[in-house]
Every structure is written in C-alpha cells, then in structure tokens.
C-alpha cells in the first residue's frame, strides 16, 4: 500500500505514483546486467584471434608496395573501373579496342561480372557510409589514387575474413564448436588459400571459395527434413542465389554443380530420399540457372551445356523417386521406373544427335582428363595449368594429408547429409587439385574441416579419459585408466608438431604458409621467381614511362597511335597500367594471334616485321632476366641460359616456338642461340661447351634479349638491328649491383619498330 499525505489532491496521488514507478524501472534497468555465457565469450574471442591472424598473413605484402598481384585482378579491376564509370547497361554492350587488336574482345562474353559488380557494390556502400578509400597527402594507389582500385587492393583480405567465418558455421554444423574453431584456424593458415586471397588477388577465387561454402552449408540445411518448411525454403533460395552468383563470377562453378548433382544422385542410391530433397534441388537449379542464363558471358546456351545434362537427369530421377514413394503398387512402381528411364535415355539422345547440346570448354576437359592436354602447347604455357604433385600436396597441407582419410572416415561413419557431400567435395577436389595446380584452392576448405573433425575424433577421447576415474569391472579387476601426465603429453606433443609445421615448415628449410603470405605482389617484385628484399620496379617504371610518354593508342580500327606486341603475359600489365593497346594477353582468347606472335619473335627480323606490319605494331616489349655476375664472368650467353629460370622471356622461348608449330631444339639445344656439347663427357655444363646456333641467334626475340643484356652489363652489343631501335629500359649501363635481388636482374626493354 502506498500511503499519502491528508490533503493531497487526486492529481497529485497519480502523479507522486508516476515517478515512483518511473524510479522503480530506472533501477530495474540500471540493475540490469547482460548474462553472457563463458563459452560465448571465449568462443567469440578465438573467432576475433582467427580473423586478426588471417588479416596479418595476408598484409604481409604490404612492405613491397600496395599493388594489385599477378595479371587477371588488372583485368577485373579494368571491368570493374568501367562498370563505375559507365554503368552496367553499358557494360553489356561494350566493344574493348584495347586488347587484341585489331579486332577488339567483346568484354560481356570474356568478363565473369560477379567479382567487378561485387567491389562495384561495395565501393558505393562504402561511398555512401563516407569511408574514405584514399589518402590525398600520401596516396598509396600507383593507378593516380584511384579508390576503386585500393578497394580492389584489399578486397581478397575482406572476403576471407568472411570465408573463416563461414568455415566456422560449417565446421561447427559438422562436430561442434571444436570443429568449427579448427576449420576456420586451418583455412586462415592454409598456404593455397593464402596465395590466392593476400593484399592484391583481385581474382575469381575470393569470392568464389566464399560462396562454395555458402551454397554447401545453405544446401545441407535445405535439405533437412527436420527444419520447418518455411526455413527448408529460405536456404534453397539462399542456395540457388549462391550458386547463380558463383556461376557469374567463377568458372569452377561447373565444378560445384557437378558436386551436388552427384550428392542428389548418392542419397538416391542410399535410399535417403525425401520430398524435401526434390523441392530444395529444384528451387535452387532453377534460381541457379537462371541467373546464370542472363548473364552475357554464359547465356541461354549455358543452360544447355553438356555438363548441365546431368543436372536435368537427376531432376527426372527425383521425380520418379517421388513418384514411386507414393505409389503403393509394386506393378505400377516398376512400370513408372521404366517410364522415367526411357524418358531420360529418348531426352539425351534426341538432344545430344540433334546438335542442341553445347560441348564443354577445353579448359573443364582437360581439368577432367588431364592426358588430353598434351595436345594443346598454348593450355601447357599457362604455369597455373600445370598438374600437382605430391610434394605440391605435401608442402600446402603438411600432416594435413595424415589426416584427410581419418576425416573422411569419420565423416562417412556419421553419415549425416553434411558429412556425406563434404566428403564428396574433398575427394573430388583433390583430384582436380592434382590435375591443376590453380585448383589447389578448391581443395583447401574441404581438407581444412575435415583435418578439424578427425583431430577432434582422436583427441576427444584422450580428453575425456583424464577425466574418467578407476573402473572396476565385472569380475572385480580394476583397470587403470591412462595417467594424465602421458594424456597430457600426447596433446602437448601434438600442439608442438602443429606449431613447427607452421614456423620451420615441413621439409624444415621454411614454412609454407611464409613463403606464401611474405611474398611482393608479382609487379612490385618485378615478375621474378625470387623473393627480393625490397620493390623492384623495373616493370612499374617501364609502364608507367609507357603511359606518360608513347602516343595514344587508337580505340577503333583506323586509327593511329601506339600498338604493342609482346608475350601474351604482359598483355593485361601493358593495358591497365600502361594504358596502351597490345596484342595478345592473359586471356589467351586468340590463340591464332598468339602463334603469330611466337612466330614472329621466332623468325627474323624480316619475317617479323611483315607479320608486325600487318597489325600496325608500334613497338615491342621483351623481358629478359639474367645473374649479374654470370654475365660478367662467363659472358652474356651464359647469363641468358642461366638467367631463364628467374621468370624472364628467355624461360619462355620454348612456347613461343612450340605453340605456332616449330621444334624448339631446332633453336639451341639448351638456350635460345646456343647449342650444348659436351667435351669433357662429364654429363654437366661447363664453361666453354657452348656452341653457337645460327638459326636460333637469328632469331628477333634472341636479337631483343642479347641486346638489351649487353647493353645493360657491356655498354654496347655485338648484335646488329636493322627494325628495331631501343626506346626504353628498364636499367642502363653500368649496373653495378642489384642488392634487392642479390644480383638478379629483370630488364625490361622497350623497342621501337622501324620499317622501311
């Protein structure tokens, strides 16, 4: 009872009760405390650890320069940069003069637009927010400060903060906590995934890991039929909005949609079969393909691709599932079984002998059969093509490889719907991963959460026996459990080993996961196959010279201006940075054109300049890489040999006369220009064994290379040019030491075409 004082009006009985219920509510609030389990805080806290770990690893090209790595993240920033500029109705209908002259590339059908509208959409949220890009007292961007382009510097870092986080939900879907916490520490640490998401790696991968995991975590969940309707249907959508937004922006999504195809096709075969299955396959493909179909690269004809027969075949299979669940006949069921079948067979072969069905890419085949590759020298060059080996294997996932079919097991033993389709991806993965070097990555996430689960099976009962005491069993013997000290020791033995792996590396000369985050960017380290101390900007001050002093390039056939030709590495380099117009780059989508340039820089310099002329060429890079000191002391001839292995044109001479047809051994046994022979007949080089060839020393690309090598170490050169005049290097005489690369030199050299 609340007492009032004689007297008191009405008005102010209620309004002395308002404020002591006001005052009473205030410290109820401020009484209030926000109970928070302890295991959420420090589950919160290793989540925050994981993802400080993952942005510092991969950072650590930072000291190089803030530059955007390799050569394809040129080519997404380049589409992304038009898009902001121009609009994505204009980029539907965009003719690019600038690559491949003179015939263009039409950008829709080249560019996977998922990644440039993704950095494209962030870039105006983060414009809307006010979050500067740019620092105008110090820009950082060599590109004039553009912010777009420093997005697209850290872009990669952003995203895998977002996979790890995504590997958590997933590892923790598949055994726990524990699981979840490893999965995202193993992917945070894991090299593959580290040289492919550090500071600058602008590429497919970033986004494209990240929504493997989504569209495998969204399905699993999808497919459960425990989870009410209305949530079943939001992850199928999820689902096939991921899957629509991976086909977009990466090619490997055929990959993904070949996983859960055969995923529907095995939960067929184990009878696991429910209606939620046929609903959840079915929103996600259509959502899927048909975001897939607008998109101008893939079109209409993606839906029709050969690979995408399947997807219809397991469709039809659903339904026959489906249908025979209800039919309580035994007649009827087998009679609707044949039905479907010779629908499915009369469907694949009225499409395939009418020529409706596309044929897969030569790219997917060779991904899928390997040995047909040795047919294509141009497929062969691309070093991210080359096929895996088990030290490949061994130096990404150390004792991780123990471990996989200890996962697997375990996996396979739980059987759950998430167990099963990860077990499908890691297996298929790491075949394709040994096919192809680049697809390493795909196989990182699978590997890393499946190592999760099997640490956790063998640990977890090491664990659980210290906390267990004497048993006696029936017949009255006691039985002593493990002594803690040695379960403790086993744990601590393999927190060791875990950390060594990851500070000494496996082979003990350095650690994988190092020498793939603390590494430059390929630009800033001059394209070298060595780590230098420092940037090395031979290839930034050669293109930068290019931009600010070369005439403008024509934008559509008939014009005038500057047309370079060089290999097809530096095509994306010399667009972007340079702002010039090239003949050839890494999109290799003309592989005539390619042959034509290694046909040139193979024959003369008459031959070459009539195949120049054709394309109105300008002038021509070369990159030559050679050792100092070799070059002083055996001669430049040895420099060249030698000096191949460091990333230069003089390691690639080969391709560019296998890839037009011609035998590279008729060029020089050993190097471009040279032959060996071995008169001491010890089986090794020896100073003096070289031997001229004169059909290989001939040739432009040796009269390109030799000059520049002599020039820069000589002052002058024995080599004569009659089309070609120098325009620029990268270095001049005298060179007197290269410490940031211990006296390996990249010399870049700009030359100019004269004709007659």
């Known amino acids: 009872m609340i007492a009032y004082k004689a007297g008191e009006?009405?008005?102010?009985?209620?309004?002395?009760?308002?404020?002591?219920?006001?005052?009473?509510?205030?410290?109820?609030?401020?009484?209030?405390?926000?109970?928070?389990?302890?295991?959420?805080?420090?589950r919160f806290s290793l989540i925050s650890i994981i993802i400080m770990l993952a942005i510092g690893l991969r950072v650590l090209p930072l000291p190089w320069g803030f530059y955007l790595n390799e050569f394809d993240p040129y080519f997404h920033y380049y589409s992304a940069k038009y898009i902001l500029e121009n609009g994505l109705s204009s980029f539907f209908s965009w003719h690019d003069w600038a690559g491949w002259w003179p015939y263009g590339r039409y950008m829709p059908s080249l560019a996977n637009m998922g990644l440039s509208l993704t950095a494209v959409t962030l870039y105006g949220i983060l414009q809307v927010l006010g979050i500067p890009l740019v620092s105008t007292s110090n820009p950082l961007s060599p590109l004039h400060s553009d912010p777009l382009f420093n997005l697209c510097v850290i872009f990669p870092i952003l995203a895998s903060v977002i996979t790890c986080?995504?590997?958590?939900?997933?590892?923790?879907?598949?055994?726990?906590?524990?699981?979840?916490?490893?999965?995202?520490?193993?992917?945070?640490?894991?090299?593959?995934?580290?040289?492919?998401?550090?500071?600058?790696?602008?590429?497919?991968?970033?986004?494209?890991?990240?929504?493997?995991?989504?569209?495998?975590?969204?399905?699993?969940?999808a497919i459960d039929a425990n989870r009410v309707l209305k949530n079943s249907l939001i992850y199928s959508i999820l689902t096939g909005l991921s899957l629509g937004y991976l086909c977009i922006s990466w090619g490997a999504a055929r990959y993904l949609i070949g996983i859960l195809v055969i995923f529907t096709i095995v939960l067929l075969l184990m009878r696991k079969y429910t209606p939620r299955l046929l609903t959840s396959y079915t929103l996600t493909f259509v959502i899927a393909l048909t975001i897939a179909a607008s998109s101008p690269r893939l079109g209409v004809s993606f839906m029709l691709e050969s690979f995408n027969l399947a997807v219809y075949g397991t469709f039809i299979l659903l339904l026959m599932a489906e249908v025979l669940r209800r039919e309580k006949t035994g007649r009827k069921k087998i009679l609707y079984a044949l039905v479907f079948i010779v629908v499915l067979i009369a469907a694949f072969a009225s499409l395939t002998?009418?020529?409706?069905?596309?044929?897969?890419?030569?790219?997917?085949?060779?991904?899928?059969?390997?040995?047909?590759?040795?047919?294509?020298?141009?497929?062969?060059?691309?070093?991210?093509?080359?096929?895996?080996?088990?030290?490949?294997?061994?130096?990404?996932?150390?004792?991780?490889?123990?471990?996989?079919?200890?996962?697997?097991?375990?996996?396979?033993?739980?059987?759950?719907?998430?167990?099963?389709?990860?077990?499908?991806?890691?297996?298929?993965?790491?075949?394709?991963?040994?096919?192809?070097?680049?697809?390493?990555?795909?196989?990182?996430?699978?590997?890393?959460?499946?190592?999760?689960?099997?640490?956790?099976?063998?640990s977890l009962p090491l664990v659980s026996?210290?906390?267990?005491?004497?048993?006696?069993?029936?017949?009255?013997?006691?039985?002593?459990?493990?002594?803690?000290?040695?379960?403790?020791?086993?744990?601590?033995?393999?927190?060791?080993?875990?950390?060594l792996v990851y500070i000494l590396g496996t082979t003990f000369s350095g650690s994988a996961l190092l020498s793939y985050a603390d590494a430059p960017t390929a630009i800033s380290g001059a394209s070298l196959s060595v780590k230098p101390s420092s940037t090395v900007r031979d290839w930034i001050d050669t293109l930068i010279w290019m931009r600010d002093n070369l005439p403008p390039s024509p934008r559509k056939p008939g014009e005038n201006g500057t047309v370079v030709a060089s290999w097809w590495d530096y095509g994306y380099w010399?667009?972007?940075?340079?702002?010039?117009?090239?003949?050839?780059d890494n999109g290799t989508i003309n592989g005539t054109q390619i042959q034509q340039i290694g046909r040139m820089f193979m024959s003369n310099e008459t031959e070459a300049v009539e195949i120049l002329k054709r394309y109105n060429v300008t002038h021509v890079v070369v990159f030559v890489t050679f050792h100092l000191d070799v070059a002083r002391w055996w001669g430049p001839e040895y420099a060249l040999y030698y000096g191949g292995a460091y990333g230069g044109d003089n390691g690639k001479w080969r391709w560019m006369a296998l890839i037009p047809g011609l035998s590279d051994r008729d060029f020089g046994n050993i190097t471009l220009g040279w032959d060996w022979v071995d008169k001491n007949n010890n089986r090794q080089l020896d100073f003096g064994e070289f031997v001229p060839n004169s059909l290989g020393q001939n040739t432009t690309l040796y009269k390109l290379m030799m000059y520049g090598i002599e020039m820069a170490t000589l002052g002058f050169s024995r080599v004569s040019m009659s089309h070609f005049k120098k325009a620029y290097f990268s270095r001049e005489y005298p060179i007197y030491s290269v410490p940031e690369t211990n006296n390996i030199v990249p010399l870049v050299c700009v030359y100019e075409v004269i004709y007659d």
């Open 9 to 42: 009006s009405g008005a102010e009985m209620r309004a002395t009760k308002l404020i002591r219920f006001l005052g009473n509510e205030i410290r109820k609030v401020l009484s209030y405390r926000l109970e928070i389990k302890h295991s959420s805080i420090i």
């Open 165 to 221: 986080i995504l590997a958590y939900f997933l590892g923790r879907s598949l055994g726990g906590d524990i699981v979840g916490l490893l999965s995202a520490l193993l992917l945070a640490l894991d090299p593959a995934y580290i040289g492919r998401t550090s500071l600058g790696w602008f590429d497919d991968e970033t986004v494209g890991i990240l929504s493997v995991l989504l569209i495998i975590l969204s399905f699993s969940r």
């Open 353 to 458: 002998m009418t020529g409706v069905v596309r044929d897969l890419g030569k790219k997917f085949v060779y991904a899928i059969l390997p040995h047909l590759r040795s047919e294509n020298p141009l497929f062969e060059s691309v070093a991210e093509h080359k096929p895996s080996g088990w030290a490949t294997f061994y130096n990404s996932f150390g004792p991780g490889l123990i471990f996989i079919p200890v996962g697997i097991f375990f996996a396979v033993l739980s059987a759950t719907n998430l167990s099963l389709l990860l077990s499908l991806y890691c297996l298929t993965s790491i075949y394709f991963a040994s096919s192809m070097i680049r697809l390493l990555i795909l196989a990182s996430p699978a590997v890393c959460m499946l190592w999760a689960l099997a640490i956790k099976k063998i």
């Open 465 to 499: 026996q210290v906390r267990e005491e004497t048993r006696l069993l029936k017949r009255k013997v006691k039985v002593k459990p493990i002594s803690k000290e040695v379960i403790g020791g086993i744990l601590v033995l393999f927190l060791i080993i875990f950390i």
């Open 574 to 584: 010399i667009t972007v940075f340079a702002n010039k117009t090239t003949l050839a």
